[in-house]
Nanobody, 114 residues
């Protein structure tokens, strides 16, 4: 399974970015898809995930600002990030899971300037 992420970049504080991730190469559904992030000097942390039924889970730090969505037919997941702050600066990783295990995409850098 390959996960291809896109949409990172540089944005000013208070701005918005949208990350997208497309999965390919899987013959079985990816039950849960989501995003993790890793800031410099910190551990990778969950940002948000969503299952095939649309149930979502968010880190407390992004609740009310970020929205995750997915298109099951296209095997894509997106993360709309609003009201960004410098604390959101990190490499964001697309992630997926099914009974075969975890799948990771390459990271995409999000930099929020103050």
């Amino acid at each position: 399974v390959q996960l291809q992420a896109s949409g990172g970049g540089l944005v000013q504080a208070g701005g918005s970015l949208r990350l997208s991730c497309a999965a390919s190469g899987s013959t079985i559904p990816i039950n849960i898809m989501g995003w993790y992030r890793q800031a410099p000097g910190k551990q990778r942390e969950l940002v948000a995930n969503i299952n095939g039924s649309g149930n979502t889970n968010y880190a407390d730090s992004v609740k009310g600002r970020f929205t995750i969505s997915r298109d099951n037919a296209k095997n894509t997941v997106s993360l709309q990030m609003n009201s960004l702050s410098p604390e959101d600066t990190a490499v964001y990783y697309c992630w997926g899971w099914n009974w075969r295990g975890d799948f990771w995409g390459q990271g995409t850098l999000v930099t929020v300037s103050s």
